[in-house]
Each structure stands twice: as C-alpha cells, then as structure tokens.
C-alpha cells in the first residue's frame, strides 16, 4: 500500500463542534484530495492542494476548510459540524494534476455528527 | 454541466462469464480516464489508465476501451469470479482534480 494515513479512522462529534481530519503522506506527492463518500452520489470532490499552501475548492466544499503546511500533511476543519457531514471521508494523492498517473486513497475516515 | 454517469448501479453475472462496466461523460475532453476497484469498508484501488489515443488497453483479465467520439468507456472482466465483486469507478482528470462516476456494483454469482 501506498504511504498514506488518515486519523482517525472513526469518530462521532456532536451538532456545532469543531472537527479536524488528518491525512499524512510518505510519498512526497504534490498533489492531495479530500473526498466524500455517500450512498447515491458515490465521491464528491470537497478540497484539493497542489503544493504546500496551495489549495482550491471541489464540487462540495461549503462547510469544509482545509491546510497544507507541508507536503505530507492536508488537514480538513469543519468548522461547525452538522448532520448532513455525516459521511465517509477519504483522502487521495497523485503526482500529477491531468489524470494521467494513479491516485492513492487512504482508508477512509468514518465520521457520524449526531 | 459536466457529468460522468456509470450507467447501471449494480451487474449481477454468473461466474465464467464476461462482466461489461460503462462509463460515458459529457463536457468534458478528458485526456486520461481511469478505472478503480473498491471494496467495502476500504478506500478505491487503482487498476488502469487508458490515454485518449489508445483505443484499448489491456491488464490481465481486465480490458479497458476509450471512445473519444462517444465519449464512453468500457470496462471488461473475462472469466470473471466471484472474487471480482466489488464496486468500480471510473474517473476522468480534469482542471486539477479527479472526478468520479458513482460506480457500479458488480457481483459475480458462483
């Protein structure tokens, strides 16, 4: 398996708090995804990065904050939990941005907001 | 808008038999399409990439076709075996980032 890891691998918070995901490479690949994964709309796109403190958004990105200090760390923040963040989250990198090499996904962070 | 649309949710096969995945999108013009395996509970599995002036590639029992013009992509499993069950994704590279057709669940009967 690829050198990816995200923490953690569960969690549950309540309605309004702050959450934290973590993603950690070993890889030394530029570019990193956050994805979620939800019955019916398979993975959505919410943040990428294609270098330290570059980031832009993905196709669900209201509600999500995301930071790369470093190379091997992309960190996604809700700011305020809600319900609807229910989901499976799952980070992913690549070396390259056009789709032309693999993505390697970490094994999914299970997160309940109750 | 952009779409990718893997057009059935769920393939039920028997065992032996070929096993045939479709992925089209619209508005895009993607160079690079790739296929991926994912397994319950784990995170997607990459298994090929075809470039968009390769008509077909090929990896063991797995062959992937890349139609420009329709804009589709087939994906095959020969022989298949219930070990094949799982969801597959197709993905497409696009300012970025890679977006994700819904997949499609394949379940191979013994």
């Known amino acids: 398996d690829a050198g990816i890891t995200q923490s953690p691998r569960h969690k549950v918070t309540e309605t309004g708090t702050p959450v934290t995901l973590r993603c950690h490479q070993t890889?030394?690949?530029?570019?990193m995804y956050w994805y979620r994964q939800d019955p019916g709309h398979g993975l959505r796109l919410i943040h990428y990065s294609y270098g330290v403190k570059d980031t832009d958004k993905g196709e669900v990105s209201d509600g999500y904050s995301v930071s790369r200090s470093k190379t091997e760390d992309f960190l996604l923040t809700l700011e305020s939990a809600t319900s609807s963040q229910t989901s499976v989250y799952f980070c992913?990198?690549?070396?390259?941005?056009?789709?032309?090499?693999?993505?390697?996904f970490g094994q999914g962070t299970r997160l309940t907001v109750v | 808008s952009q779409k990718i649309e893997q057009n059935s949710e769920a393939l039920n096969i028997q065992e032996g038999k070929t096993a045939t995945l479709t992925c089209n999108y619209t508005n895009y013009s993607p160079a690079y399409l790739q296929w991926y395996r994912q397994d319950p509970g784990r995170g997607p599995v990459f298994l090929l990439l075809i470039r968009e002036n390769e008509k077909e590639k090929r990896k063991e029992r797995l062959k992937v076709t890349f139609d420009t013009t329709l804009k589709q992509s087939l994906f095959h499993i020969t022989a298949s075996q219930p070990a094949d069950s799982a969801t597959y994704l197709c993905a497409l590279g696009s300012q970025g980032n890679l977006i994700f057709g819904k997949g499609t669940k394949l379940s191979v009967k013994p």
């Open positions: 890889e030394n690949h530029r570019y």
């Open positions: 992913a990198i690549s070396e390259s941005w056009e789709g032309n090499t693999e993505a390697f």
